[in-house]
T-cell receptor, first 113, second 118 residues
């Protein structure tokens, strides 16, 4: 069983829709949760970071963590064509600098104008 | 802004060749990582380094080695390239927590080096 499972998609939604991206993880030792966005032919960049259960909002993006279910989500409101990218969830056991993050396989998202 | 620079964006090599992938970061980060990214497999850690001349194996180190002679530079070496090493290679760096200006736990990635081994 993979430590982090993520639906690879692809996912296509019309502009303005709400997008929901999800990951599940298996190890309760994971305490830090991240979402990275990767545009085509680019490296991933950090989008959201949280270390607790609950919601964290940043503009149109909301990260949700449910540690009891080992489930993490990213919601995108009022989706834009510029949101078209691959979204990767990542989990870690600590915030130490040498912590090896575990990544999901990524979900490819396309926003249709 | 933090910048992680990978020297080669696209490389084509032949089976058996020795390949060097270079990565330089300009923010004095202690920790540097090499990943490969393949469709359906996501990001897999090859090696990482938490200090100059220090290295640790990641999840898939076979067929690879690394070198970190200076803090800002982390090199990935394929001693004898094989076709199954055709992939996107991503370098990343991260600061230790508590350092001013750091967003805890954030990995900064380069733009990637796409290697094709024929």
């Amino acid at each position: 069983q993979k430590e982090v499972e993520q639906d690879p998609g692809p996912l296509s939604v019309p502009e303005g829709a709400i997008v929901s991206l999800n990951c599940t993880y298996s190890n309760s030792a994971f305490q830090y949760f991240m979402w990275y966005r990767q545009y085509s032919r680019k490296g991933p960049e950090l989008l959201m970071y949280t270390y607790s259960s609950g919601n964290k909002e940043d503009g149109r993006f909301t990260a949700q963590v449910d540690k009891s279910s080992k489930y993490i989500s990213l919601f995108i409101r009022d989706s834009q064509p510029s949101d078209s990218a691959t979204y990767l969830c990542a989990v870690g056991k600590s915030n130490f600098g040498n912590e090896k993050l575990t990544f999901g396989t990524g979900t490819r998202l396309t926003i249709i104008p | 802004d933090v910048k992680v620079t990978q020297s080669s964006r696209y490389l084509v090599k032949r089976t058996g060749e020795k390949v060097f992938l270079e990565c330089v970061q300009d923010m004095d980060h202690e920790n540097m990582f090499w990943y490969r990214q393949d469709p359906g497999l996501g990001l897999r850690l090859i090696y990482f380094s938490y200090d100059v001349k220090m290295k640790e194996k990641g999840d898939i180190p076979e067929g690879y080695s690394v070198s970190r002679e200076k803090k800002e530079r982390f090199s990935l070496i394929l001693e004898s390239a094989s076709t199954n090493q055709t992939s996107m290679y991503l370098c990343a760096s991260k600061q230790n927590p508590g350092t001013s200006g750091s967003r805890t736990g954030e990995l900064f990635f380069g733009e990637g080096s796409r290697l094709t081994v024929l």
